[in-house]
């Protein structure tokens, strides 16, 4: 599946598409009307957080940030004049030093113009983490770790209402508006070894931001597929969508997966 030409999809289900290439490339040579798609209604992905994972170049956190600054930049520009974006970091990290990600990224966000709206936490019940103790049972260097992500949930302009037009129905059932209006979510994450991935998030928590944010003809798009996670949930939920991904082998996966949907 190696490509010469990154307009040419590396997989294409009936209404989910993937590409192989850097997100920065592909996705400004593949919306915008102009080309082949229209721009996107709604981002639901989780950008690489620095932390050493495989996919990861070594960065410095400037450097870093000045990725998170481009990634940000050019999924605004590829996003309707009602884009939404919602954007999975954790809420800090310790890998290599220190460093509030959340914060980072909710800067980061409004210096590439997105307009930050709400934030969702994420209580993925990662016991596991509690293990990290720093000092114990000593004020000398007591490590606190919140078993949390969270969802940043940001839009291109100011105004956040979207007009209600013809055609665009919500597809999200009451009883699950009312309980997932309260920003605090409640679900497992997914298992790395399970999906073959190093950083999945499970399809639960793209098919809320699905649900939750978008209409039924909406393009969604993750510009970071990974294993294609965000492309499952928009095919659950009756949405075309598209997924970027950088790794040839998590295309592949990705593809695997989105064809095991049927
Ligand atoms: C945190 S993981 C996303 C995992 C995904 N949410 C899932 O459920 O599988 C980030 C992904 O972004 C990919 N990536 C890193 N830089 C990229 C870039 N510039 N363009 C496209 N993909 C990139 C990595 O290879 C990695 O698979």
Known sequence: MALTDIRVPSYIGTRTRLYSGDMRTVLPSITGGINELPDIDLYVTSPPYNVGKGYESKATHNQWLKDCA????????????????????PLDKRTPSPVPVYADCVEVLRQSGWHVQQTIIWNEQNVSRRTAWGSF???????????????????????WTRKTEKN????????????????????????????????????E?????????SFADDLICDPFAG???????????????????????????AAGRISGEG
């Open 70 to 89: 481009e990634w940000f930049s050019v999924m605004r520009a590829c996003a309707t004049e009602s884009g939404r974006l919602c954007l999975n970091v």
């Open 137 to 159: 049972m000593s004020a000398s260097a007591p490590i606190v770790i919140a078993p949390v992500e969270v969802i940043i949930v940001a839009s291109k302009h100011k105004l």
């Open 168 to 203: 665009k129905v919500s597809t999200i059932r009451q009883r699950d508006f009312v309980y997932w209006t309260n920003g605090m979510w409640t679900f497992p994450g997914e298992s790395a070894k399970r999906i073959g991935h190093p950083a999945p998030f499970p399809i």
């Open 205 to 213: 928590l793209a098919r809320r931001c699905i649900l939750l944010y």
């Open 227 to 253: 294993s294609g996670t965000t492309c499952i949930a928009a095919h659950r939920t009756g949405r075309e969508s598209i997924g970027i991904e950088i790794d040839e082998t998590y295309v592949h996966l």
